[in-house]
């Protein structure tokens, strides 16, 4: 779906920034369809409630883009989101990434999509987020990666005495008898089965 600036409130805008509240408004769609919002009405309805805080925020501070704008106050809010999602109240990175993991891990986008930032989000959700469990995995630890030599035994020994009797001499004889051994076939089968 391309929404176009003019088409959700037109009018409103000076046509010199027609172009940039464009763009904000195709990448505020692309956020919100990574988010699985598969909903035209329920994406049309974002889009239009996060630009309409964006650009009564923009008018107050025009030293930053459109786009600069948008995502921030999308991504603020879904953070929020999130963390809400695990407790009342709850703040910070570690409460959102555990709500956006319990959500979407647990596959709880599936069942409510229209719950995606809906400031009162269905207690059925929420129960769900809460009961599920995020664990971290171990620990990590750090070890040395000294260099140690590696004993093949036998094998190793072997292998140096080889390599110690090794001579082209012996490379060359091998391929003379292979290719006697060719010629004698090749003449063999060209007397008997032609």
Not at 88 to 101: N, P
Not at 111 to 135: C, G, I, M, N, Y
Not at 166 to 180: D, M
Request: charged share 25%.
């Amino acid at each position: 779906m391309d929404l176009h600036m003019d088409e959700l409130m037109p009018g409103t805008i000076p046509s010199h920034d027609r172009e940039a509240w464009n763009v904000a408004c195709l990448r505020l769609e692309d956020f919100l369809r990574s988010h699985r919002i598969h909903s035209r009405e329920r994406l049309l309805h974002l889009t239009v409630e996060l630009i309409a805080q964006a650009r009564s925020c923009h008018s107050e501070d025009l030293s930053r883009s459109p786009l600069e704008v948008t995502m921030k106050i999308a991504t603020d809010r879904a953070e929020d989101w999130f963390s809400r999602l695990v407790e009342f109240g709850a703040e910070g990175d570690s409460a959102a990434t555990r709500g956006k993991v319990a959500y979407f891990a647990g596959g709880l986008h599936r069942r409510w999509p229209e719950a995606f930032l809906d400031p009162d989000p269905p207690q059925e959700l929420l129960d769900a987020v809460r009961r599920s469990s995020v664990q971290a995995g171990p620990s990590m630890e750090f070890s040395s990666l000294i260099r140690k030599e590696v004993n093949y035994g036998a094998m190793e020994d072997l292998a140096r005495e080889t390599w110690g009797q090794f001579s082209w001499g012996h490379v060359f004889r091998a391929f003379l008898i292979w290719v006697i051994i060719f010629f004698l076939a090749y003449g063999a089968w060209m007397r008997f089965f032609r």
